[in-house]
Protein backbone atom coordinates (compact mmCIF):
# COMPACT_ATOMS: atom_id res chain seq x y z
CA UNK A 1 0.00 0.00 0.00
CA UNK A 2 1.34 3.59 -0.74
CA UNK A 3 0.63 6.68 0.64
CA UNK A 4 -1.10 9.66 -0.16
CA UNK A 5 -0.08 13.17 -0.74
CA UNK A 6 -2.12 16.27 0.48
CA UNK A 7 -1.31 19.65 -0.81
CA UNK A 8 -2.75 22.94 0.56
CA UNK A 9 -1.84 26.01 -0.98
CA UNK A 10 -3.03 29.57 -1.35
CA UNK A 11 -2.21 32.94 -0.14
CA UNK A 12 -1.09 34.48 3.05
CA UNK A 13 -3.67 34.38 5.78
CA UNK A 14 -5.85 31.87 3.92
CA UNK A 15 -5.41 29.02 6.85
CA UNK A 16 -3.07 26.48 5.19
CA UNK A 17 -1.43 26.06 8.40
CA UNK A 18 -5.08 25.60 10.23
CA UNK A 19 -5.75 23.56 8.04
CA UNK A 20 -2.58 21.39 8.49
CA UNK A 21 -2.76 21.16 11.92
CA UNK A 22 -6.44 19.78 12.16
CA UNK A 23 -4.67 16.88 10.20
CA UNK A 24 -2.24 16.77 12.79
CA UNK A 25 -5.14 16.47 15.16
CA UNK A 26 -6.49 13.51 13.53
CA UNK A 27 -3.76 11.32 13.31
CA UNK A 28 -2.41 12.42 17.02
CA UNK A 29 -6.61 11.30 17.98
CA UNK A 30 -6.14 8.31 16.77
CA UNK A 31 -2.22 7.72 18.06
CA UNK A 32 -0.48 7.72 15.10
CA UNK A 33 3.23 7.89 14.70
CA UNK A 34 3.82 11.25 12.85
CA UNK A 35 6.11 14.24 12.30
CA UNK A 36 5.89 17.66 11.72
CA UNK A 37 8.78 19.56 9.82
CA UNK A 38 9.40 23.32 9.01
CA UNK A 39 11.94 24.62 7.04
CA UNK A 40 14.96 26.44 9.29
CA UNK A 41 14.98 29.85 7.98
CA UNK A 42 11.11 30.13 8.64
CA UNK A 43 11.83 31.86 12.29
CA UNK A 44 8.90 34.03 11.92
CA UNK A 45 7.25 32.43 15.48
CA UNK A 46 10.65 30.80 16.42
CA UNK A 47 12.37 27.83 15.04
CA UNK A 48 10.63 24.92 16.45
CA UNK A 49 7.27 25.55 15.97
CA UNK A 50 4.54 25.52 13.04
CA UNK A 51 1.81 28.57 14.38
CA UNK A 52 -1.24 29.80 12.48
CA UNK A 53 -1.57 33.84 12.49
CA UNK A 54 -4.72 32.68 15.05
CA UNK A 55 -2.45 31.70 17.36
CA UNK A 56 -2.59 27.72 17.28
CA UNK A 57 0.72 25.66 17.39
CA UNK A 58 2.58 22.75 16.90
CA UNK A 59 6.07 21.63 17.97
CA UNK A 60 8.40 21.41 14.87
CA UNK A 61 11.67 19.80 13.44
CA UNK A 62 13.01 22.63 11.46
CA UNK A 63 15.44 20.96 8.39
CA UNK A 64 17.24 22.80 5.44
CA UNK A 65 16.87 20.09 3.46
CA UNK A 66 13.96 18.01 2.24
CA UNK A 67 16.63 14.97 2.38
CA UNK A 68 17.27 16.03 6.59
CA UNK A 69 13.41 14.79 6.57
CA UNK A 70 13.78 11.21 5.51
CA UNK A 71 17.54 11.03 7.60
CA UNK A 72 14.91 12.29 10.61
CA UNK A 73 12.76 9.57 10.75
CA UNK A 74 12.38 5.84 11.96
CA UNK A 75 10.52 4.48 10.10
CA UNK A 76 7.02 3.31 11.62
CA UNK A 77 5.49 7.16 11.00
CA UNK A 78 2.01 7.06 9.63
CA UNK A 79 2.16 10.86 8.03
CA UNK A 80 4.70 13.77 7.57
CA UNK A 81 3.54 16.89 7.62
CA UNK A 82 5.40 19.99 6.71
CA UNK A 83 4.45 23.71 6.51
CA UNK A 84 6.32 26.54 4.57
CA UNK A 85 6.58 24.06 1.54
CA UNK A 86 8.11 26.39 -0.51
CA UNK A 87 10.89 27.58 1.32
CA UNK A 88 12.32 24.18 0.51
CA UNK A 89 14.49 22.85 -2.47
CA UNK A 90 13.20 21.26 -5.87
CA UNK A 91 14.16 17.97 -4.19
CA UNK A 92 10.80 17.76 -1.73
CA UNK A 93 9.52 16.50 -4.81
CA UNK A 94 11.56 13.12 -4.79
CA UNK A 95 11.28 13.20 -0.76
CA UNK A 96 7.36 13.49 -0.97
CA UNK A 97 7.35 10.69 -3.95
CA UNK A 98 9.88 8.00 -1.62
CA UNK A 99 7.48 8.57 1.59
CA UNK A 100 4.46 7.92 -0.41
CA UNK A 101 6.04 4.77 -2.25
CA UNK A 102 6.50 3.80 1.75
CA UNK A 103 2.86 4.27 2.21
CA UNK A 104 3.69 7.40 4.46
CA UNK A 105 1.35 9.78 4.07
CA UNK A 106 2.33 13.45 3.10
CA UNK A 107 0.28 16.38 3.90
CA UNK A 108 2.37 19.81 2.69
CA UNK A 109 1.11 23.38 3.73
CA UNK A 110 2.32 26.08 1.14
CA UNK A 111 2.35 29.46 -0.71
CA UNK A 112 1.40 28.56 -4.24
CA UNK A 113 2.62 32.14 -5.49
CA UNK A 114 5.30 34.59 -4.70
CA UNK A 115 3.65 38.39 -4.37
CA UNK A 116 4.81 38.95 -7.92
CA UNK A 117 2.64 35.99 -8.86
CA UNK A 118 5.32 34.07 -9.94
CA UNK A 119 5.17 30.20 -8.80
CA UNK A 120 7.17 29.07 -5.64
CA UNK A 121 8.50 26.08 -7.86
CA UNK A 122 9.08 23.50 -5.36
CA UNK A 123 4.92 23.89 -4.63
CA UNK A 124 4.29 23.95 -8.39
CA UNK A 125 6.08 20.57 -8.42
CA UNK A 126 4.30 18.98 -5.65
CA UNK A 127 0.94 19.85 -7.33
CA UNK A 128 1.28 17.60 -9.95
CA UNK A 129 2.65 15.05 -7.92
CA UNK A 130 -0.72 15.24 -5.24
CA UNK A 131 -3.64 12.85 -4.97
CA UNK A 132 -5.31 15.75 -3.09
CA UNK A 133 -5.22 19.44 -3.33
CA UNK A 134 -6.57 21.74 -1.14
CA UNK A 135 -6.97 25.45 -2.11
CA UNK A 136 -7.71 28.07 0.06
CA UNK A 137 -8.59 31.56 0.02
CA UNK A 138 -8.57 34.70 2.71
CA UNK A 139 -10.86 37.10 3.24
CA UNK A 140 -9.58 40.61 1.10
CA UNK A 141 -8.14 43.04 2.93
CA UNK A 142 -9.83 45.33 0.14
CA UNK A 143 -12.82 44.83 0.02
CA UNK A 144 -13.79 42.16 2.02
CA UNK A 145 -14.70 39.74 0.25
CA UNK A 146 -14.08 35.98 0.89
CA UNK A 147 -12.10 35.67 -2.64
CA UNK A 148 -8.22 36.14 -1.79
CA UNK A 149 -5.88 34.33 -4.11
CA UNK A 150 -2.76 36.40 -3.90
CA UNK A 151 -0.52 38.10 -1.66
CA UNK A 152 0.56 41.80 -1.71
CA UNK A 153 3.25 43.10 -0.33
CA UNK A 154 3.07 46.51 1.23
CA UNK A 155 6.29 47.22 2.85
CA UNK A 156 9.78 45.71 2.94
CA UNK A 157 12.29 44.33 0.13
CA UNK A 158 11.75 43.70 -3.09
CA UNK A 159 12.66 40.28 -2.48
CA UNK A 160 10.68 36.98 -3.24
CA UNK A 161 11.50 35.20 -0.28
CA UNK A 162 11.16 37.97 2.54
CA UNK A 163 9.81 36.06 5.70
CA UNK A 164 7.09 38.52 7.94
CA UNK A 165 3.44 38.94 8.36
CA UNK A 166 1.14 41.62 8.65
CA UNK A 167 4.17 43.98 8.63
CA UNK A 168 4.30 43.05 5.11
CA UNK A 169 2.04 41.47 3.21
CA UNK A 170 -1.81 41.77 2.80
CA UNK A 171 -3.93 38.56 0.92
CA UNK A 172 -5.84 40.32 -2.09
CA UNK A 173 -8.61 39.57 -4.96
CA UNK A 174 -7.15 39.83 -8.00
CA UNK A 175 -9.53 42.73 -8.83
CA UNK A 176 -7.66 44.41 -5.70
CA UNK A 177 -4.36 43.50 -6.63
CA UNK A 178 -4.59 45.06 -10.04
CA UNK A 179 -6.68 48.31 -8.73
CA UNK A 180 -3.23 48.64 -6.09
CA UNK A 181 -0.62 47.92 -8.93
CA UNK A 182 -2.82 50.75 -10.86
CA UNK A 183 -2.65 52.77 -8.00
CA UNK A 184 -6.65 53.04 -8.03
CA UNK A 185 -6.45 51.64 -4.88
CA UNK A 186 -4.45 53.39 -1.68
CA UNK A 187 -2.81 50.62 0.22
CA UNK A 188 -3.50 52.00 3.12
CA UNK A 189 -7.21 51.81 2.28
CA UNK A 190 -7.29 47.95 3.56
CA UNK A 191 -9.91 46.92 5.80
CA UNK A 192 -7.82 44.39 7.44
P1 LIG B 1 -1.81 30.67 6.44
O1 LIG B 1 -0.92 29.60 6.95
O2 LIG B 1 -2.48 30.37 5.14
O3 LIG B 1 -1.12 32.02 6.41
P2 LIG B 1 -3.11 30.51 9.02
O4 LIG B 1 -3.73 29.16 9.19
O5 LIG B 1 -1.82 30.77 9.70
O6 LIG B 1 -3.03 30.86 7.47
O7 LIG B 1 -4.09 31.61 9.57
C1 LIG B 1 -5.45 31.68 9.28
C2 LIG B 1 -6.05 32.67 10.27
O8 LIG B 1 -5.59 33.99 9.98
C3 LIG B 1 -7.56 32.80 10.20
O9 LIG B 1 -8.17 31.80 10.98
C4 LIG B 1 -7.79 34.19 10.77
O10 LIG B 1 -7.89 34.13 12.18
C5 LIG B 1 -6.51 34.94 10.47
N1 LIG B 1 -6.59 35.98 9.43
C6 LIG B 1 -5.89 37.13 9.44
N2 LIG B 1 -6.11 37.83 8.30
C7 LIG B 1 -6.96 37.12 7.55
C8 LIG B 1 -7.54 37.28 6.24
N3 LIG B 1 -7.28 38.35 5.48
N4 LIG B 1 -8.35 36.31 5.77
C9 LIG B 1 -8.61 35.23 6.52
N5 LIG B 1 -8.09 35.00 7.75
C10 LIG B 1 -7.27 35.93 8.26
P1 LIG C 1 2.01 32.01 5.54
O1 LIG C 1 1.56 31.59 4.18
O2 LIG C 1 1.96 30.89 6.53
O3 LIG C 1 1.31 33.23 6.01
O4 LIG C 1 3.57 32.34 5.49
C1 LIG C 1 4.19 32.76 4.30
C2 LIG C 1 5.63 33.14 4.56
O5 LIG C 1 6.25 33.37 3.29
C3 LIG C 1 5.85 34.42 5.38
O6 LIG C 1 7.01 34.29 6.20
C4 LIG C 1 6.13 35.47 4.33
C5 LIG C 1 6.83 34.68 3.23
N1 LIG C 1 6.63 35.17 1.86
C6 LIG C 1 7.74 35.29 1.02
O7 LIG C 1 8.87 35.01 1.43
N2 LIG C 1 7.56 35.72 -0.27
C7 LIG C 1 6.31 36.04 -0.78
O8 LIG C 1 6.23 36.40 -1.96
C8 LIG C 1 5.17 35.89 0.10
C9 LIG C 1 3.80 36.20 -0.42
C10 LIG C 1 5.39 35.46 1.41
MG1 LIG D 1 1.07 29.39 7.50
ZN1 LIG E 1 -10.80 42.54 -3.10
Redesign the pocket.
Known sequence: MSGKLTLIV?????G??TELLSFVEIYKLGKKKIRVFKPKL?V?YGVDKVK??SGIEEKAIPVESPREILETLDGDEKAVFV??V??FSEEMYDVARELVDRDVDVFC???D????QNP?KTTANLLSLADIVIKKKAVCSICGEHNATL???ISGEE???????EE??IAVCRDCYNGLMRGDIDVHSHVI
Open positions: GPMYSKTDRAHDEQFAGLMTYKFSFKSEIDIGGKY
